[in-house]
């Protein structure tokens, strides 16, 4: 079946960067986009990122300049990697299946569990 | 960025009542193509968020009818009949129509 984990490292120093893994299952990165969203703690999700079907990626502008998105189909892993972490990134991260191109219909099906991120020192 | 206000924040409920969840954007999610890139999702305590509608109106595998999508432009309702104890959570919209995708606030439905 469809499955999306999300591993990385729960602390992270201030300005120091993040590293983290989309690890998928049940589906193949190359016929389907995976998203990165994160949601700090109490607060709604934020769209992060995507890698397309086709090695292809967006970003969210507020983002673009510390973040990047690459991906491995051999392993079937999907990374985000963000510099200058401060404490206002602080929350759970989360990889999400989601349409093969833009178009109808268009929506995230599957989710991982997420992972924590704490920013501090 | 596209602003989506959902209303109310909180929603108190009786099990078996009618819920009616409101967002609005600040701009049309209708896209060029015809399609409104608007969907929901219920974010149940402690878990990840899960699919409930697409396409403003179109219910996901699996989703219970009781759940109802409607509006276009700049205003969606989503209106849940009979609300049972495995709806309770954090309901949010997210439009794709603009870049980037964004979220609503949130509207989180509870037990009075």
């Known amino acids: 079946q469809v499955q999306l984990k999300e591993s990385g490292p729960g602390l992270v120093q201030p300005s120091e960067t993040l590293s983290l893994t989309c690890t998928v299952s049940?589906?193949?990165?190359?016929?389907?986009?995976v998203s990165w969203v994160r949601q700090p703690s109490g607060k709604g999700p934020e769209w992060m990122g995507r890698?397309?079907?086709?090695?292809?990626?967006a970003y969210n502008s507020a983002l673009k300049s510390r973040l990047s998105i690459s991906r491995d189909t051999s392993k079937n892993q999907v990374f985000l990697k963000m510099n200058s972490l401060q404490t206002d990134d602080t929350g759970t991260y989360y990889c999400?299946?989601?349409?093969?191109?833009?178009?109808?219909?268009?929506?995230?099906?599957?989710w991982g569990q997420g992972v924590m991120v704490t920013v501090s020192s | 960025d596209v602003v989506l206000t959902q209303t109310p924040v909180s929603l108190s409920v009786t099990l078996g009542d009618q819920a009616s969840i409101s967002c609005r954007s600040s701009?049309?999610?209708?896209?060029?193509?015809?399609?409104?890139?608007l969907e929901w999702y219920l974010q149940k305590p402690g878990q990840s968020p899960q699919l409930l509608i697409y396409?403003?109106?179109n219910r996901f595998s699996g989703v219970p009818d009781r759940f109802i999508g409607s509006g276009s432009g700049t205003d969606f309702t989503l209106k849940i009949s009979r609300v049972e104890p495995e709806d309770l959570g954090v309901y949010y919209c997210?439009?794709?129509?603009?870049?980037?995708?964004?979220f609503g606030g949130g509207t989180k439905l509870e037990l009075k």
């Open positions: 999400t299946r989601g349409p093969t191109y833009y178009g109808p219909p268009y929506y995230f099906d599957y």
């Open positions: 049940g589906f193949s990165l190359t016929s389907y986009s």
């Open positions: 890698m397309w079907y086709d090695g292809d990626t």
């Open positions: 701009q049309s999610l209708e896209y060029s193509d015809g399609y409104t890139y």
């Open positions: 396409g403003v109106s």
């Open positions: 997210f439009q794709a129509t603009h870049d980037p995708p964004t």
